[in-house]
């Protein structure tokens, strides 16, 4: 392979070749902007340089500190995804992640991790339910981060997710084109702020049918699963209101806030006699790996984990460089995934 020069990045930029050596040192007599063009076509032309690039005035420790509920750590399948997703793009940026499952039930000075009380990182991404005292800890510290698929709605923060709510639509949409008129959502849309966009996108898209269609549809809520910092988890009230909503309702198509919980449905409803696509059509919601291993294998909304995790690291990177700038809700698309757990009535 060729050895990649300082004339060679000189000449790619169309600047000289000392300027191009004083911003791999740091000078700062060279202006922000095309220190950070040099430093870009460096590392897109192989030049090593990572122990300059990380004593800038904004990178001083080349780490990123990724902070998560502990309960979390087990959970591959959703936030393995987005936390390959952050590793990749650290990689190709040159930084590395410090990752830290947090006891959420602890006070942020006993919970925050060596790596932030030590000043070992540039900035720092939470995950999930990390509560909002932990956000205004960090902030207390001057420390740049950016919220990823969160429960706290501050608005101050760049926030990066998917599209719950369109997702949503398009889940309540395509038991409405297979002709289901008596549906429920499954879920305590309380316990995330995905689950209630999703809630919303069902509330919503039954709406706008009901205004303009002579077959009106019907809707109910199945309660008692949920997700919170400790993982999914299900209450004692959860098998009664599903068999009401099978048997006295006449619940034809489920659409379930998560894929586990679209999993424990076609669970029991197995367990009483009933079979799906047949008699009950469940869509879920993630595009987790089990979905496409189940039998029947699970409809689902596919959100983009790693892209969520890559998108992250963006916008934590550009925060560190650019504090000032006004934060940003950024959604990621979603995708309707078919498979079989979906059957038309008409």
């Known amino acids: 392979m060729r050895k990649v020069t300082l004339q060679m990045i000189a000449d790619q930029v169309g600047v000289s070749k000392a300027l191009v050596s004083k911003a791999l040192s740091n000078d700062p007599a060279v202006n922000n902007g095309t220190r950070e063009e040099i430093w870009k076509t460096a590392h897109e032309m192989g030049y090593s340089f990572d122990k300059l690039r990380k004593s800038s005035v904004y990178a001083k420790t080349g780490n990123i500190a990724v902070l998560m509920p502990e309960a979390y750590l087990s959970d ?6 987005i936390i390959r997703g952050i590793d990749r793009e650290l990689q190709s940026h040159d930084f590395s992640m410090i990752l830290s499952g947090v006891d959420i039930s602890v006070d942020p000075q006993e919970g925050l991790p060596s790596s932030i009380n030590e000043q070992k990182v540039d900035g720092a991404l939470l995950l999930g ?10 902030d207390a510290k001057g420390m740049s981060c950016v919220l990823v698929d969160s429960n706290i709605q501050n608005g101050k923060h760049d926030h990066i997710l998917a599209n719950n709510y369109l997702g949503a639509c398009d889940a309540t949409n395509r038991l409405l084109q297979a002709g ?13 702020w995905s689950f209630r966009e999703r809630d919303r996108g069902f509330e919503d898209t039954v709406r ?20 919170s910092g400790r993982g999914n988890y299900t209450n004692a009230e959860f098998v009664e209101k599903l068999r009401l ?31 799906c696509p047949e008699q009950a059509s469940v869509i879920g919601f993630d595009d987790l790996s089990l979905a496409e291993f189940m039998i029947p294998k699970l409809t689902t909304i596919r959100v983009p984990k790693e892209d969520i995790g890559s998108r992250a690291v963006r916008a934590v990177l550009d925060r560190i460089k650019h504090p000032d700038t006004v934060s ?10 078919e498979r079989d757990t979906v059957m038309s009535l008409q």
């Not at 591959?76 to 995804?81: A, F, L, P, Q």
């Open 76 to 81: 591959i399948e959703y936030w393995g995804k």
């Open 129 to 138: 339910h990390m509560p909002e005292s932990y956000v205004k800890a960090l």
């Open 180 to 192: 289901h008129r008596s549906l429920a959502f499954v879920g305590d849309m309380e316990t995330a």
């Open 208 to 227: 706008e049918h009901n205004k303009g269609s002579l077959e009106q549809v019907s809707v109910t809520w199945v309660r008692g699963l949920g997700v």
């Open 245 to 275: 909503a099978i048997t006295e309702e006449k619940v034809t198509g489920f659409f379930c806030a998560n894929d586990m919980l679209a999993i424990e449905v076609l669970r029991q409803l197995s367990n009483w006699g009933y079979r």
């Open 328 to 337: 940003e809700l950024i959604q990621l698309e979603t995708e309707l995934i």
